[in-house]
């Protein structure tokens, strides 16, 4: 079975020019298939400031109205994406942009109204590989930003690292699926303020430990749950840590296990 | 050989939602190989106006300086060329959004000052069939905005028409290749306010002469100039008029001879 890399930039990679580009050399050098899964960065809140649209975030999940979603579609599927693309095939790497509306690669369907509205936010529900492995297999690196569809016309907001995690597992049945999530920090710190305080390897139990202890809050929790998830459904890989992990061997990260 | 039609739209299908759902729908049931190119209507002068930039447009043409070049990446590769996307899925047309950058398919070059500098407005020097072929073969349709890249790592905005005419002659080899430029009216007309006057052949004799009388001027210079550069360069058919001439047989719209 051939590995497929699905590698997630987060938001500090892509705010830093210099830092992206740095790391689209070094994606671009990677043999095999792969698939780019970013996020937006600070550009969407940016610009929602400059028009004047009210930017509400509840538990660390930005309300998705329709002025938002316009915006969301603006930068990460726009700027953000085709930036990336140009950026890639000046270094010979193939690329192509995606949003989940693009080859019907992801349905979602509208979060359900509970405690909170949402807004066009959407929970994924499906994963049509067909359209994707094609371009794989022709050495074709679809980038995929962070915008599904619901098969009916509408848009949806949806979580980068939920793509990320629900791509590696749409597609396990045909590669080995490798998963990594590139964020500003070295993998899961014991000690936030201590750099050298990684996780380096973090199962369900210790997860469960690390919560309880208050070690793994906020914007982790949501990650460190699409890592389980993953892990959980046939994914050979997933780790957490500087994008160093996937190109230096002798780098320290976090790796998630079953 | 198969036929392969290559469909622009303008701004007046873009700029209304119920014409655009129409024409999608319509579009959709078109059987056989086919691209959509699509402008991107007022949007990105709608936007300029609420970030405060500043839209300068000299002979008909946008000056594109860099925030100017994001407002169009933002508004046609981003919000335009998605909803399209997604409407499509909707209908059940396959379809994947396209720059030029995406799959390396078009090049193009940075415009060189002459009397005028356009800014990042380039100029197309080469159109790769490979990845849209392969996408065409597994009946998936291509939908390209009107962004190009200098295979260098820079997006540059190009004109939709050119985008429609180049990407008619780079498949001419492959395909018997249509090219359709739909807009408001219903071809070239006589008389300006007259729709009924609508002139059904036009070759490059009759041109020369239009242009003289001061009948053909303004934006349809440029898009009558990739019309009859298209037909010089194998290109099969070439129409001019409101979309109803593709779905429709015995509707009046303008054919370019050669």
Not at 4 to 28: A, Y
Not at 120 to 129: A, C, K, L, W
Not at 233 to 245: D, N, R, S, T, Y
């Amino acid at each position: 079975m051939k590995t497929l890399k699905i590698i997630k930039i987060g938001g500090n990679i892509i705010d830093n020019k210099e830092v992206l580009n740095q790391f689209l050399v070094s994606f671009s050098k990677i043999s095999g298939p792969k698939i780019l899964v970013h996020g937006g960065g600070k550009l969407a809140t940016k610009l929602a400031h400059k028009m004047g649209v009210e930017v509400k975030i509840i538990d660390g999940r930005r309300i998705t109205d329709l002025a938002t979603l316009d915006i969301i579609t603006m930068t990460y599927a726009g700027k953000v994406n085709k930036n990336i693309v140009a950026k890639l095939q000046a270094n010979n790497c193939n690329s192509l942009g995606f949003s989940g509306a693009d080859g019907n690669s992801i349905i979602s369907e509208k979060r359900p109204i509970k405690d909170t509205d949402f807004g066009f936010v959407g929970d994924v529900i499906h994963i049509n590989t067909s359209t994707l492995e094609l371009l794989l297999d022709n050495n074709i690196t679809p980038v995929f930003c962070a915008i599904t569809h619901d098969k009916k016309g509408q848009l949806l907001n949806t979580n980068a690292d939920t793509i990320a995690s629900e791509l590696a597992i749409g597609f396990a049945e045909k590669f080995k699926t490798e998963l990594y999530y590139c964020f500003e920090k070295n993998g899961v710190l014991e000690r936030l303020e201590d750099e050298n305080s990684v996780i380096e390897n973090i199962n369900p139990k210790m997860y469960k430990n690390l919560i309880e202890q208050g070690i793994i809050a906020d914007g982790m929790l949501p990650k460190l749950n699409d890592c389980f998830h993953a892990i959980h459904h046939h994914v050979a890989k997933v780790c957490i840590g500087k994008p160093e992990m996937i190109f230096n061997t002798n780098s320290t990260y976090t790796t998630i296990q079953k």
